[in-house]
């Protein structure tokens, strides 16, 4: 017989079957106790957490061999013991809450609970444990909260990380990693359930129960509780086996039972993690969180910043519910009630300001809960402010925006927020926009102030969730397309004039209102209208950009209508030439002599040439000096008009004048030797 070309490829496109075996019969309840009894004993598991695993143990006897000579797990700050052994599918849960859910997740503090089914329930909250009492515990509503939780977590798993077309053919072949785990049902007084979870497996876990058609995981293993119910499943695929099993029953045959390395004790060093729940969750992140194409970077970052935060809290930095204001694990409603802000900018900034924060606590508390997942050893500004971002788009959800987009954009919205220091003060938004202009009056020229750090770190939220303000620069027919600034830069542009100041304050405002569209102001604060005066102009990148340039580089207006566009359009060819100029000096400089040195530096240039040039140059800027004072004195006149004038402005205006006058003179004198 001939085989053809596609059967061949068929053949090699397929993973050879893995050959099946009869299952086990299930374990004699006596000998499922004595193993029982034995976890007590050697790892002091509370009973019902050493009774869940055992009754979960394919065999008790191999158990109890592994229980005498336990495998130990190091991670950072401790050693945790677990034991290997196989384990039935059916009474083995994938995590609920499994990390991979990522941004599907629907946080309360961005959608209300039950707004629709992705937002039934709020999301299942991190495990913890009673110190290292080596059992985790996690509180849901109700065991639909569970099944929901669980449903949720299954789709995100196939979607993401699907296991099944190998698991098909070759069973689960590397231990997934188990912990006893409880329950507690908060608000339907049902008695706890205990399970083993997975804490690292799930995807592999998944798709064993998919392939096994055991519907919700939890009504799976709920279920398989009983024993009568699993000595029914395991006759039945034996019964198949002897008589020839089909493909469906040979896939069964290979999913019924997993290799297991089941978590049973955790001792922590001097300084580790004083928690069973971190240390799990340290030795999971090794795994995970160093391997970005595994959980990506949201999940990865929420992972550390949930963490961070729960550090922060066993530490009395963070008070519980500050705690979860943070997380955004309560709703808008909630935060009301505890006296919270509710404003998502409000939000944003304590979240930066606390991530960034210089006081050496919160510093301490961020490196020892990264190190704990990570084998970064240095939390550099970045990735505190990446780990910030992680949480305040936990609210993106509610905006109508991909969170995802919004993340990779926000962490680049905060420059001069993440090098100084500053301290949200929660007042109302017209507050913070006057302390600001006073702060641009007193220095223009200086470094921005608490008011204006402020309003940058509030700013930015309303500027990137509505995506007014990109981050990914260079797309085709962009007419900013050469502007690399990040968000944060052109933030930090805005912060240096009036008019950028005032727009800031009205995208905060704007957003308050629930404008899904910001819009643009005139200098003194008023909405600015299309050219054609049919609406009110609308922000996005391209005009952001346009309006606060780079320094030194103006863009040139759509048209020259007016005298204010006439002016743009000269200034934008003016820092034209002066980069035209900057590259001139850079070609002059680059040409090298024979021994390598620069050419210019040994035959100089024509004397007459240098002088001209120089004379040029030297008007040109007593010229630009004299036009900045100009500007400064407009802007300053305009805010003393705005609050009617004091003596300070009038002494101000009456030095510039003098000095001035002093220019006039010292340009008149130079351009009688220029004659």
């Known amino acids: 017989m001939t085989t053809t070309t596609e059967e061949l490829v068929a053949v090699h496109d397929h993973v050879p079957p893995r050959p099946v075996s009869k299952l086990p019969e299930l374990a004699p309840i006596a000998a499922r106790r004595k193993a029982a009894d034995k976890l007590v004993e050697i790892f002091n598991l509370d009973p019902d957490a050493a009774a869940c695993i055992a009754e979960a143990v394919v065999d008790p006897a191999e158990l109890r061999r592994a229980i005498e000579t336990p495998t130990q797990l190091a991670i950072t700050g401790g050693t945790l013991s677990a034991v290997r052994a196989r384990v039935w599918a059916r009474r083995t849960l994938p995590d609920i809450r499994n990390p991979r859910i990522g941004t599907a997740r629907r946080h309360p503090i961005a959608v209300e ?132 099993p089909t493909g469906k029953q040979s896939e069964a045959l290979r999913c019924e039972t997993l290799p297991a390395l089941i978590l049973v004790g955790y001792q922590p060093l001097s300084g580790g993690p004083d928690k069973f729940s971190s240390a799990v969750k340290s030795l999971v992140a090794l795994r995970h969180v160093d391997a970005p194409k595994a959980w990506g970077d949201g999940p990865e970052l929420e992972s550390l910043a949930d963490e961070a935060l729960a550090v922060m809290e066993d530490r009395g930095i963070l008070t519980p519910l500050r705690r979860k204001w943070f997380a955004g694990s309560i709703s808008r409603a909630q935060a009301k009630a505890a006296h919270l802000p509710v404003d998502q900018d409000i939000r944003a900034a304590e979240i930066i300001a606390l991530f960034t924060s210089d006081d050496q606590d919160v510093r301490d508390a961020i490196r020892d809960a990264v190190t704990r997942q990570s084998t970064r050893k240095r939390i550099t500004k970045n990735v505190r402010v990446n780990l910030a971002v992680a949480l305040m788009v936990r609210a993106v959800a509610g905006e109508g925006a991909k969170p995802d987009r ?270």
């Open 406 to 675: 919004v993340r990779r954009y926000m962490q680049h919205g905060f420059v001069a927020v993440r090098d100084n220091y500053f301290k949200p003060t929660h007042r109302e938004a017209d507050a913070v926009l006057a302390d600001a202009l006073d702060e641009l009056d007193q220095d223009p020229a200086g470094d921005p102030g608490p008011a204006r750090l402020e309003l940058a770190a509030r700013s930015a939220y309303p500027l990137i969730a509505t995506l007014s303000l990109w981050a990914d620069r260079g797309t085709q027919g962009n007419p900013n397309a050469d502007d690399r600034r990040r968000p944060g830069e052109v933030i930090d542009t805005m912060l240096t004039s009036r008019l950028g100041i005032r727009q800031l304050h009205r995208a905060i405002v704007d957003h308050h209102e629930g404008r899904s569209t910001l819009r643009a102001v005139n200098e003194d604060g008023s909405i600015r209208r299309t050219e054609d005066r049919a609406q009110d102009q609308t922000l996005n990148d391209v005009y952001l950009r346009s309006t606060f340039p780079k320094p030194g580089s103006p863009q040139r207006p759509t048209s020259t209508d007016t005298p204010d566009d006439a002016l743009r359009d000269a200034a934008a060819q003016l820092g034209a030439a002066v980069r035209a100029v900057e590259d001139a000096m850079a070609a002059i400089r680059s040409v090298k002599a024979l021994d390598g040195n620069d050419h210019v530096e040994t035959v100089g240039v024509d004397r007459n040439h240098v002088r001209e040039w120089k004379n040029v140059l030297d008007a040109a800027t007593s010229d630009l000096e004299f036009w900045g004072r100009i500007w400064e004195r407009r802007n300053r006149g305009a805010r003393s008009a705005a609050r009617g004038g004091d003596g300070w402005e009038s002494e101000y205006d009456a030095n510039l004048d003098q000095a001035v006058e002093g220019w006039e003179d010292e340009d008149s004198e130079d351009l009688e030797v220029v004659r």
């Open 113 to 244: 609970p039950g707004t629709d089914e992705e937002s039934r329930f709020a999301p299942v909250g991190d495990p913890t444990s009673d110190g290292i009492t080596p059992h985790l515990k996690v509180e849901v509503e109700s065991a639909e909260h569970m099944r929901w939780a669980s449903a949720l977590a299954a789709r995100a798993v196939l979607e993401a990380n699907d296991w099944r077309y190998s698991i098909r053919n070759q069973g689960v072949l590397t231990e997934v990693w188990l912990v006893a785990t409880q329950y507690a049902h908060t608000e339907d007084g049902s008695p706890a359930l205990w399970a083993v979870t997975t804490a690292e497996g799930s995807s592999r876990t998944t798709a064993a129960h998919d392939i096994l058609g055991v519907g919700n995981s939890v009504e799976a293993v709920m279920t398989a509780a009983s024993d009568t119910v699993m000595r029914g499943r395991i006759k039945d695929l034996n019964t198949a086996f002897e008589q020839g």
